[in-house]
C-alpha cells in the first residue's frame, strides 16, 4: 500500500489546526501525537455513530478476530475507573469484550453480543454471558456496580442500555466520549486531519449519558504510552496507525470504508515521511498525556 502512496499519493491534508488538543503534564521533549429529549438524542446518537447492519455483536463478529492483541488494560486508566466502582464488591460488565479493565480483585460476571469476542476471553476471566446492554438476563438490584468501557456508542439503543443498567445495578460506571466537532474532532488530529468522514454527533454523547442518568462526569486523560489501543491512544505515536493489526481493533477504521481507509493512510503516510506531521503537531511531542475527550461518568 505504501509503496503505493508515493507513487500515487493523496494530496496532502491541508486541515486547519484550530481547537488542538486540551493538553496537561508537560515535560521536556522526548526523543522518540429545538430542544429534543435525551432519549430521542441518544437513540439518534446510536444510529448516527454506527449503522444497523454492524451493530456491536455484528461488528466484533466481523472485525474483533485480533482484538485481543491490541485492546489491553491501560492501569492507568483502570485505576481511575475502578476507584469510581467504590466499594462494590459485585460487578456487571457490560459489553465486555475481551474483558478488559476487570477489576480482579471483584467478584465480576460480564455480558457480551459477540461471539468472536467472548472467545477471546482469556482462561480465567469472569464468566461472559451473551446478552446485550438493552436487554440485561439479571433481576433487579442484582450488582453493587454495573460498568460499560468504550461500548456504549456501538449500543442499539443507550438510552435502554443504561436503563437496564441502572435496574440491575445500584452503581453505574461509564467509560464513553464527548463526540461533538469542538470536543473530538477538533483536538484529536487523526479525525481532524485524516479521518474526516467519521460521524460525530451535534450533541455530546458523554453529556447526554450523564444527564440521562443524572451521572457526575469526569475527564479522562491519555497517556502518551497507553496500553490500550483504542482510536485516541496512539495520539503521540502516529506510526501506529499503519499497523494494519492495530486497525483492526479499531471500530472507526472499519466504519470508514477501504476507500477513506486508503485516502487516510497514504496521506499520513506522506505526512510522517515528509516531516509534515511532526510540524503540525508540535505541541504534542513533549506531552505525558493529552485530554481528547475520554469521560467517566459514575451514578
Known amino acids: ?157 443507550p438510552a435502554a442500555g443504561l436503563r437496564e443498567m441502572q435496574r440491575v445495578a445500584r452503581r453505574v460506571v461509564v467509560l464513553t466520549c464527548e463526540t461533538t466537532e469542538e470536543s473530538w474532532r477538533h483536538r484529536f488530529w487523526l479525525t481532524r486531519d ?13 453529556s447526554q449519558l450523564a444527564s440521562l442518568i443524572g451521572a457526575r462526569m469526569e475527564h479522562v486523560l491519555i497517556p502518551s504510552d497507553c496500553t490500550d489501543g483504542f482510536l485516541e491512544a496512539f495520539w503521540r505515536r502516529p506510526e501506529a496507525y499503519l499497523d494494519a493489526t492495530v486497525r483492526r481493533g479499531i471500530s472507526a477504521w472499519a466504519r470508514v470504508g477501504p476507500h477513506a481507509e486508503r485516502s487516510a493512510l497514504c496521506r499520513l503516510y506522506d505526512d510522517l515521511a515528509t516531516g509534515r506531521w511532526a510540524e503540525r503537531n508540535s505541541e504534542l511531542l513533549n506531552l505525558d498525556a493529552a485530554e481528547l475527550g475520554l469521560r467517566l461518568l459514575t451514578r
Open 194 to 206: 485524516y479521518l474526516t468522514t467519521v460521524t460525530v454527533s451535534p450533541v455530546g454523547l458523554a
Open 1 to 157: 500500500m505504501f509503496e503505493s502512496c508515493r507513487a500515487h499519493g493523496f494530496e496532502r491534508s491541508g486541515a486547519a489546526t484550530r481547537g488542538g488538543p486540551v493538553l496537561r503534564r508537560r515535560r521536556a521533549p522526548l526523543a522518540d501525537g429545538a430542544p429534543r429529549s435525551a432519549t430521542r438524542v441518544l437513540r439518534e446518537v446510536g444510529s448516527a455513530v454506527i449503522t444497523d447492519a454492524m451493530r456491536s455483536g455484528q461488528l466484533y463478529d466481523t472485525i474483533g478476530g485480533t482484538y485481543s492483541a491490541t485492546r489491553r488494560t491501560d492501569t492507568r486508566i483502570a485505576a481511575q475507573i475502578w476507584a469510581a466502582l467504590g466499594d462494590a464488591r459485585t460487578v456487571l460488565n457490560v459489553g465486555a469484550g475481551t474483558g478488559s479493565y476487570e477489576p480482579a480483585d471483584r467478584d465480576v460476571t460480564a455480558v457480551e453480543p459477540s461471539a468472536v469476542m467472548r472467545a477471546q476471553r482469556p482462561h480465567g476471566a469472569a464468566p461472559c454471558i451473551a446478552a446485550s446492554a438493552e436487554r440485561l438476563p439479571f433481576a433487579d438490584q442484582s450488582f453493587d456496580a454495573a460498568m460499560a468501557i468504550a461500548t456504549v456508542h456501538h449500543w442499539r439503543d
